[in-house]
């Protein structure tokens, strides 16, 4: 919403002597100042920690990622230990940087045994631009973004993950299944029958 | 022939001790006061990185990596610079800012020894006037940075420098006059020993000579809200543009030990130098008696000392306070705060100060 800045703001007298606003503004400041400064008193003697310092010592600390973020992507390994992967190709075709690679595999009609699995999954990180397109594009329910940001390394080719890293279960992913769930019916998606 | 030798002798203590403390503790530590401070006036948490064997000290250990990264920086200076000049600029804008130090007494007279002991390194009797000489020569360290950099932004800021540290040395001058024709004395030891007396301080004598002093003295110092010469967002980084390594280090030395003198000539002009109200050196002195005359006299001494560099310290963070409070002038703005009303003010001021003082002669 646009908003316009009075510019012309009328000064009374007051404000405009200038010397009792600098006062102001430095009581706000110090006032700030002593607040962190002596806020560790009541926390150590085991009140409740009151200094409005919220910054994060970030490798020591990590702040917990809202449901809708998206890291890097994993695959849903089911209670069977199966891969809900089936290897359609969809999320391969809908990938802008076409950073997957699948490889499928397939059983010749034997009943009662899985169809249709990934023989291999590898998913190029350094190439990877977290879309979540892979995510929309599952009917299976079988990748997911996770809230994992923290990967590096030295060499290029340890980027490649393949689908023994990728594995993530379902149990550890059921927060982000009921997002993903909410998100397609809310789109009005083809919404899962599971 | 004993005496000259131990007068030296006392010279150089004093000396080593005023480097010690601007140069080797206030200019350094400064550099870490200012992000801790800054950061717990806005709620964060601050520099606190370096770490040796997980130790991290506050971030302390920043100082350190500073120092070691501008030791090992490389000296660039750019094509078409003057390199004379160039080089030769950060030591002219360093060496007034410590010299300045020379005249600021840090405690009174004392016997130790049998010997009289002054607390300031050179007691002139023009203390004053030598403070506002060498501190108006560093004008040219910052002009000269500019000029010989060959860089349009270092140009505009050292013009900017000049103008600003021109227009509010009248200012801050005329102001000191208020200063001076109360007291009736340049020297500073004498200006410090008047203020034992409570109701003789600065601040009560000179309440508005006070703040139009602190005014010009930061502007003189070109921080924020005076950083005009330097105002990262429209020039770079103004004079020092071209700077790097232990050159631009020296700039910022220089800023931080200018902060020690302006808050250690604001402690000596209108805050009781090194007294503490309502106790008098004779007092304090006899307090202590029991350890003998000398004995009682050290002591004195270093509690003078104290409470003159816990003055400034407190000086310090004012400044450090209204350098993270305030936002920048506008260059119109900062000329007509000097010209049009810091001028004329101190120049009322003087002329009312000239009034009391003959209606209460």
Request: glycine share 8%; hydrophobic share 50%; aromatic share 14%.
């Amino acid at each position: 919403m646009a908003y316009y800045v009075d510019r012309n703001v009328k000064m009374t007298w007051w404000e405009k002597s200038y010397l009792p606003e600098i006062i102001r503004g430095m009581y706000i400041t110090s006032r700030h100042f002593f607040l962190n400064l002596f806020g560790f008193i009541p926390f150590l003697l085991g009140q409740k920690k009151e200094r409005p310092i919220f910054t994060v010592y970030y490798p020591e600390q990590t702040v917990k990622y809202p449901l809708a973020y998206r890291g890097r992507p994993v695959l849903a390994v089911n209670e069977k230990g199966n891969y809900n992967c089936v290897a359609c190709g969809l999320c391969e075709a809908a990938c802008p940087a076409y950073c997957i690679d699948i490889i499928p595999g397939s059983n010749p009609g034997k009943q009662n045994e899985l169809e249709r699995w990934p023989e291999e999954f590898t998913i190029d990180m350094s190439i990877c631009i977290f879309c979540g397109f892979c995510e929309e594009a599952c009917p299976e329910e079988a990748i997911f973004m996770s809230d994992m940001c923290e990967f590096n390394m030295l060499d290029r080719k340890q980027m490649k993950y393949n689908k023994e890293q990728l594995a993530v279960s379902t149990e550890d992913l059921k927060d982000r299944i009921e997002f993903t769930r909410q998100m397609s019916g809310k789109w009005n998606y083809s919404s899962s029958s599971r | 022939m004993t005496d000259i030798i131990v007068d030296l002798i006392i010279t150089l203590v004093k000396i080593g001790f005023i480097l010690a403390v601007t140069v080797g503790f206030f200019a350094p530590i400064l550099t870490w006061v200012e992000r801790k401070q800054s950061a717990i006036m806005q709620d964060r948490i601050g520099a606190n990185r370096a770490d040796i064997m997980g130790f991290r000290a506050l971030g302390l250990f920043h100082i350190l990596a500073d120092a070691l990264k501008m030791f090992t920086k490389e000296d660039f200076i750019p094509d078409g610079a003057d390199k004379v000049m160039h080089t030769l600029s950060p030591i002219i804008a360093l060496v007034p800012a410590i010299i300045t130090f020379a005249v600021v007494p840090f405690g009174g007279q004392y016997t130790l020894f049998g010997k009289e002991v002054s607390l300031v390194i050179s007691d002139l009797d023009v203390g004053l006037l030598f403070v506002f000489a060498i501190a108006s020569l560093a004008t040219y360290g910052y002009v000269i940075a500019g000029w010989s950099s060959n860089n349009n932004w270092s140009m505009l800021g050292s013009m900017r420098t000049a103008s600003q540290m021109i227009s509010y040395e009248v200012a801050m001058g005329l102001t000191i006059i208020g200063v001076l024709m109360v007291y009736g004395t340049m020297r500073l030891t004498e200006i410090g020993a008047i203020q034992e007396n409570f109701f003789r301080w600065g601040i009560f004598l000179q309440p508005v000579g006070f703040f139009m002093f602190f005014t010009a003295s930061i502007a003189e110092n070109k921080r924020i809200p005076f950083d005009n010469p330097e105002a990262e967002s429209e020039l770079v980084a103004g004079y020092f543009t071209e700077y790097s390594g232990l050159k631009f280090g020296m700039f910022f030395m220089a800023e931080f030990i200018e902060m020690v003198t302006i808050a250690a000539l604001i402690t000596l002009l209108f805050f009781g130098a090194w007294h503490v109200p309502f106790l008098g050196t004779a007092t304090l002195i006899s307090l202590f008696d029991f350890l003998g005359a000398t004995g009682s006299n050290i002591v004195a001494m270093l509690f003078h000392v104290g409470v003159f560099f816990a003055k400034v310290t407190f000086f310090i963070w004012v400044q450090m306070t209204i350098r993270w409070t305030l936002p920048r002038f506008r260059y119109d703005q900062i000329m007509n705060l000097g010209w049009k009303i810091l001028l004329p003010l101190s120049l009322a001021n003087i002329v009312v100060t000239g009034i009391i003082i003959l209606a209460l002669a």
